[in-house]
Every structure is written in C-alpha cells, then in structure tokens.
C-alpha cells in the first residue's frame, strides 16, 4: 500500500531534550516536506526536500533539522525542543514537487514539549 | 509572499444542504490550487486540483471547485452534504519560488454537519 509513515505518532517530552520524528513513503518520490499544524495558523512548511541531500527552508525553519541520505526517508531533528514546539506536525510526499503534484500526507505526530 | 485565504473558521449546514468553502489566493501567474480534507485524528487527503484547462474541476467524495480568475477565488461546493463530510477543509497552492516549488496552505475552515 502506497504511503507516509510517520513515528512516534504521539510524544510528551521536556524542554532541552533532543528527539527525532521519522517519516518514510514507499512511493519513490522525489518531493518531501514537513508541516506543522497550529490552531487559526493551518499548515505551515518548516522545511522541504526537492530530492537525496537537497533540502530548503520552508517558512518556519528555526529550532528545526532535517536530513535526506535516502529517498525515502526525510527525518525531523529537534535538537533542544522548547513548548512552542508543540504542535501536530505532518510529513507529506509528492513525485517531483512540480507544483501540480498531489502531497500525500503522513498520519501526524502530535508533540508535546513540556 | 503568495497568501490563501479562507474566511470562514467555521461552517454548519444540515445534512442533505448544499455547501460552499470560499478560498482566495493572491499569486500573480496562473496558480496550481488544491482542496485537502482532514478528518479527525487523519492526515490530509486531496479533494481535488486545478492547474490548467476547465475552470470547473470535479473531485472525490462529490465535491468540485471553480476557479475564478478575476475574483481570484477557488471555491468548493458540493450539492448534498453528508454526515460524513464533517472535517476540516484546508485551501493550497502551489507556488514557484526561486525555481523550486511550495505549497501554501490556508488556515483551514471546519464543517459541521447537523443530523
């Protein structure tokens, strides 16, 4: 089954300690990006990946890594969380990230910085 | 910066009503522009897309937007709501930025279908 695997799917962690999100998609695409949800804000992109070792800023980058070794993983680095850090993040994936190609989104991971 | 726009946070219709999500964008050149739909506890699932051609798009699940380019609006309609199309409904599109390509996204706007 075509999809965006994301874990954990829920953390609950404390200021200061570093954690990584992973996300994976098993339909070869080349376009990866994560999200973060925030009421009355809806998404908005922290960083992208156009393919392996190309990633970009998105508009929320600070406080946040990324790295693309492989094509299917696109893992989230928060290297000292801080509580406006919490948030329901989104990993998505699209073929080429044309700007017409459909994103298919990951479950979400609901973060919780203490 | 490019922006989307959806006005309305919250939306009530009655089952079997029709409905009307209104989006405008502002992006100079013809913009790529998407409807998602979050249900609860999901991820985002595309409704449908527009990048070129019928200004009338038809989507999944019965819904269809049309593209207005003088009003620079996108809106989504859809003639008989169901129970089951309470969710959020989140507006994009997708912008070319410095050759490589983002997506916007609105602030979404949440349906709740009265039974």
């Known amino acids: 089954e075509a999809q965006v695997t994301q874990n954990p799917r829920y953390l609950i962690t404390v200021t200061g300690k570093k954690l990584t999100v992973t996300c994976s998609q098993n339909m070869n695409h080349e376009y990866m990006s994560w999200y973060r949800q925030d009421p009355g804000l809806g998404l908005r992109q922290i960083y992208y990946s156009m393919n392996v070792e190309v990633t970009d800023k998105g508009d929320v980058p600070e406080g946040y890594k990324v790295s693309r070794k492989e094509k299917r993983n696109f893992p989230l680095i928060l290297e000292s969380p801080s509580p406006n850090q919490t948030s329901l993040y989104f990993c998505?994936?699209?073929?080429?990230?044309?700007?017409?190609?459909?994103?298919?989104f990951g479950p979400g991971t609901r973060l919780t910085v203490l | 910066a490019q922006s989307v726009t959806q006005p309305d946070i919250h939306i009530t219709v009655s089952e079997g009503a029709s409905l009307e999500l209104r989006c405008n964008y502002s992006?100079?050149?013809?913009?790529?522009l998407f409807w998602y739909v979050q249900s609860p506890g999901q991820g985002l699932q595309l409704l449908l897309k527009y990048f070129s051609g019928d200004t009338l798009v038809q989507g999944i699940k019965g819904f269809e937007a049309e593209f207005k380019r003088s009003q620079s609006s996108f809106n989504l309609r859809k003639p008989s709501v169901h129970w089951s199309d309470a969710a959020e409904y989140f507006c994009a599109v997708g912008e070319l930025l410095s050759g490589t390509y983002k997506y916007i996204f609105g602030t979404g706007t949440r349906l709740k279908v009265l039974a």
């Open positions: 998505a994936s699209s073929l080429i990230g044309s700007g017409t190609d459909e994103q298919f």
């Open positions: 992006y100079g050149a013809t913009p790529y």
